[in-house]
C-alpha cells in the first residue's frame, strides 16, 4: 500500500540512503537503501514551524510530537498513556552536592516503569502503516 504526503499526519517527507545520500519516497514500504543496502535516515519538511500553541493542544502523552515521528494515520497510533512523565526538583540533594538545582526525571510513571516504554511504543505504527 502507498500513501501519500498529504494523507499523512506525519511531517515525515522523505527517506534518504545513510551512505550516499540518494532519496526515496517514505510513502512506500523501504527496508533499506535499494543502492547500498544500509539503513535509511528520516527526513521532515519543517518549514512549516511547529507552534507551541499546536504541541499543548495535543495529547498529553509522547503523541503530542507525533508531527516528527513516522505516525501515517491516526488509527495507527499506539499507545499505553507513554511519555510526559514529570521532573521532580530534589532541592536537598542539590544543596549537598552544591549545586543550584538538581531535577529527575520520574519515568516510573511510563507503563513499563521506565523510559523504554516509549521506545516500544513509537515504532510500532510503522509496520501497521503498511498493513
Ligand atoms: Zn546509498
Known amino acids: 500500500m502507498n500513501l501519500v504526503a498529504s494523507e499523512s499526519l506525519s ?3 522523505t527517506l534518504h540512503c545513510s551512505a550516499c545520500g540518494t532519496s526515496y519516497s517514505a ?3 523501504q527496508r533499506v537503501s535499494a543502492c547500498c543496502s544500509l539503513p535509511l535516515v ?3 519538511d519543517l518549514h512549516e514551524a511547529l507552534s507551541r500553541d499546536v504541541i499543548d493542544q495535543a495529547d498529553s502523552s509522547m503523541w503530542r510530537y507525533g508531527v516528527l515521528l513516522p505516525l501515517l494515520h491516526e488509527k ?3 499507545t499505553l498513556g507513554e511519555g510526559m ?3 521532580l526538583h530534589l532541592p536537598r540533594l542539590a544543596a549537598r552536592h ?3 538545582s538538581l531535577l529527575l526525571k520520574d519515568e ?3 507503563p513499563t516503569g521506565s523510559f ?3 521506545a516500544l511504543a513509537w515504532p510500532s505504527p510503522k509496520p501497521k502503516n503498511w498493513a
Do not use: D, H, I, W
Open 27 to 29: 510513502f512506500e514500504l
Open 42 to 44: 528520516a527526513g521532515y
Open 98 to 100: 552544591e549545586l543550584s
Open 85 to 87: 512523565t514529570p521532573m
Open 108 to 110: 516510573g510513571q511510563n
Open 116 to 118: 523504554k516504554a516509549r
Open 11 to 13: 511531517r515525515l517527507a
Open 76 to 78: 495507527n497510533k499506539v
